[in-house]
Nanobody
Framework: QVQIVESGGGLVQPGDSLKLSCAAS????????MRWYRQAPGKQREWVATMTARGVTDYVDSVKGRFTISRDNTKSTVYLQMDSLKPEDTAVYYC?????????WGQGTQVTVSS
């Protein structure tokens, strides 16, 4: 059974940092593309970052230079380090594992950036 579980969200102030984790089980993690998405209230879900199985990364323009995606295949976990957070980063953050036509989503973790 596949499980994707995000953690690390919370309430922070503008300019703060936060590190999200996404732990996967039931899949051959090292073979999977791992992606972070987010969904703000009243908005569509938005892609944030990708790390391929080979470690290539890509980011949406709005987070480039502030967010860093990484993975630890020994722990079957992908991370999203978020620095210089802004109020517009407030959203539920989701993790997705992809391989071929298979996609597995987590339940999301709330990030709120507010003073």
């Amino acid at each position: 059974q596949v499980q994707i579980v995000e953690s690390g969200g919370g309430l922070v102030q503008p300019g703060d940092s936060l590190k999200l984790s996404c732990a996967a089980s039931g899949i051959s993690f090292s073979s999977y593309f791992m992606r972070w998405y987010r969904q703000a209230p009243g908005k569509q879900r938005e892609w944030v970052a990708t790390m391929t199985a080979r470690g290539v990364t890509d980011y949406v323009d709005s987070v480039k230079g502030r967010f860093t995606i990484s993975r630890d295949n020994t722990k079957s976990t992908v991370y999203l380090q978020m620095d210089s957070l802004k109020p517009e980063d407030t959203a539920v953050y989701y993790c997705k594992a992809s391989y071929g036509i298979s996609d597995y989503w987590g339940q999301g973790t709330q990030v709120t950036v507010s003073s």
